[in-house]
């Protein structure tokens, strides 16, 4: 089988007078939830932060987007919907302004 192909079965019955009609066919599509992603890369510059990372094996079927967390001052992680908004994009890579990480709730 290949990864990320669907494949479909289906099943008859025989015995010494003849066959049966198949059975409805049921489909299984081989693939599985992504990999892990490895940690991410940062490079600061005086204005930005970009985080990178590469993207990880896909399970066979294509990445939708990616969750991009930072840790805030209390120690919690969240999501920087504004600046890191990765949900519904396959790029590997986000921009964060180092004012964004200045104020509440990442500065200490």
């Given amino acids: 089988m290949t990864q990320g192909l669907t494949y479909q079965f289906k099943v008859e019955t025989r015995n010494e007078y003849g ?8 489909s299984i599509l081989t693939a599985q939830v992504p990999s892990q992603p ?30 991009v967390t930072i840790k805030q001052s209390d120690n919690i992680f969240s999501t920087d919907l504004i600046n890191c908004d990765q949900s519904a994009s396959t790029e590997t890579s986000c921009t964060i302004p180092v004012s964004a990480l200045r104020t509440a709730p990442f500065s200490h």
């Avoid at 066959?19 to 049921?26: G, L, Q």
């Avoid at 991410?40 to 987007?65: E, K, R, Y």
């Fill in 19 to 26: 066959f049966s009609a198949y059975s409805n066919t049921v």
């Fill in 38 to 67: 490895s940690a991410p890369n940062t490079l600061w510059s005086p204005d930005n932060v970009i985080v990178s990372w590469i993207a990880p094996d896909n399970g066979g079927s294509p990445i939708t987007g990616y969750t």
